[in-house]
């Protein structure tokens, strides 16, 4: 393990509390988001009808035209520490092989924040951070994942980093901000500069939490892998794979892309994988 782990600088003052969490009651969503449909438009509209406040939602195998993402780059001035690519936009059909999606509210309306891995015709496999306002299903596309109930991923203007990020937060529909009877799950978004999973252990203990799965999204500051090559690259985008807490400890299992477009998979290793930017997460205990 290093001595130090690797830190970025954000335009803004670091703010004093480093994560946000809401509990909510969970509920399986299996839903169908529709040919002609956008997928945020699609999302917002399916996780509103199972009476969900917010989601973590998971796809594979879906076709989607038009498609249009952006991967991570450097920023192009100092009113943030990194960026984003110009917006790829492949010609036809794109499956998207593998993502995960944290459906939130942003002024009021459906938001979503997605990362995956995708193929356009039989192209090169290619990650990043989609554009589901601009991304529309070709067919119908099968979702499945956890709903909020009570809990919810609200956009707001990040003073430290400067971007508008999810926040965790208790929503208006909750009673109170305890956890609630039965099947429940834990919003939670994380700040930059500290490891991921030491940060997920640790929150977790706090809310009496020793196994659960982890499902999310995120950026980090580099990366390092218990197998394989590390990633230089100082912002990324991430998907969780399969993510895990057992006896307190998390694994992640991730796919994560570099600046210049190279995927990286493994998983993180402990203590030296600090968040770049934000890391949005739903711990579901088990």
Same mark, same amino acid.
């Given at each position: 393990?290093?001595?130090?782990?690797?830190?970025?600088?954000? $335009?803004?003052? #670091?703010? @004093?509390i480093?994560? =946000?969490? *809401?509990?909510? !009651?969970?509920?399986?969503?299996?839903?169908? /988001?529709?040919?002609?449909?956008?997928?945020e438009?699609?999302?917002?509209?399916?996780?509103?009808?199972?009476?969900?406040d917010?989601?973590?939602?998971?796809?594979?195998?879906?076709?989607?035209?038009?498609?249009?993402?952006?991967?991570?780059?450097?920023?192009?001035?100092?009113?943030?520490?990194?960026?984003y690519?110009?917006?790829?936009? $492949?010609?036809? #059909?794109? @499956?998207?092989?593998? =993502?995960? *999606?944290?459906v !939130?509210?942003?002024?009021?309306?459906?938001? /979503?924040?997605?990362h995956?891995?995708?193929r356009a015709?039989?192209g090169?496999?290619?990650?990043?951070?989609?554009?589901p306002?601009?991304?529309?299903?070709?067919?119908?596309?099968?979702?499945?994942?956890?709903?909020?109930?009570?809990?919810?991923?609200?956009?707001?203007?990040d003073?430290?980093?400067?971007?508008?990020?999810?926040?965790?937060e208790?929503?208006?529909?909750?009673?109170?901000?305890?956890?609630?009877?039965?099947?429940?799950?834990?919003?939670?978004?994380?700040?930059?500069?500290?490891?991921?999973?030491?940060?997920i252990?640790?929150?977790?203990a706090e809310?009496?939490?020793?196994?659960a799965?982890i499902?999310?999204?995120?950026?980090?500051?580099g990366?390092?892998?218990?197998?394989?090559?590390?990633?230089?690259?100082?912002?990324?985008?991430?998907?969780?794979?399969?993510?895990?807490?057992?006896?307190?400890r998390?694994?992640?299992?991730?796919?994560?892309?570099a600046?210049?477009?190279?995927?990286?998979?493994?998983?993180?290793?402990?203590g030296?994988?600090?968040?770049?930017?934000?890391?949005?997460?739903v711990?579901?205990?088990?």
């Amino acid at each position: 393990m290093t001595n130090e782990l690797r830190q970025i600088r954000h $335009p803004g003052p #670091v703010a @004093t509390i480093r994560h =946000a969490s *809401a509990w909510g !009651g969970a509920v399986r969503l299996d839903v169908t /988001v529709e040919p002609g449909e956008t997928m945020e438009a699609g999302l917002g509209r399916a996780v509103a009808a199972a009476g969900c406040d917010a989601a973590y939602v998971a796809m594979a195998g879906a076709r989607l035209s038009p498609f249009r993402y952006v991967m991570p780059a450097g920023s192009p001035g100092p009113d943030h520490a990194a960026w984003y690519s110009n917006t790829f936009a $492949p010609e036809g #059909v794109v @499956t998207v092989e593998e =993502a995960g *999606a944290i459906v !939130g509210r942003r002024d009021g309306a459906p938001f /979503v924040h997605c990362h995956g891995l995708w193929r356009a015709g039989t192209g090169p496999l290619a990650m990043g951070h989609m554009l589901p306002a601009e991304s529309r299903a070709a067919e119908p596309v099968r979702i499945t994942g956890v709903g909020l109930r009570g809990a919810v991923f609200e956009s707001r203007q990040d003073v430290e980093t400067n971007f508008r990020l999810f926040a965790a937060e208790r929503a208006a529909s909750a009673a109170s901000g305890l956890r609630p009877a039965g099947p429940a799950a834990l919003a939670l978004t994380l700040r930059p500069n500290q490891d991921v999973s030491a940060a997920i252990e640790a929150i977790c203990a706090e809310e009496g939490i020793a196994a659960a799965r982890i499902h999310g999204i995120g950026s980090l500051n580099g990366a390092r892998f218990a197998a394989g090559p590390a990633m230089h690259s100082y912002a990324s985008e991430l998907l969780i794979r399969r993510g895990h807490l057992a006896e307190g400890r998390a694994r992640l299992d991730v796919a994560v892309v570099a600046m210049d477009g190279t995927i990286f998979e493994g998983v993180l290793v402990r203590g030296e994988n600090p968040v770049c930017v934000t890391f949005e997460l739903v711990v579901v205990p088990e």
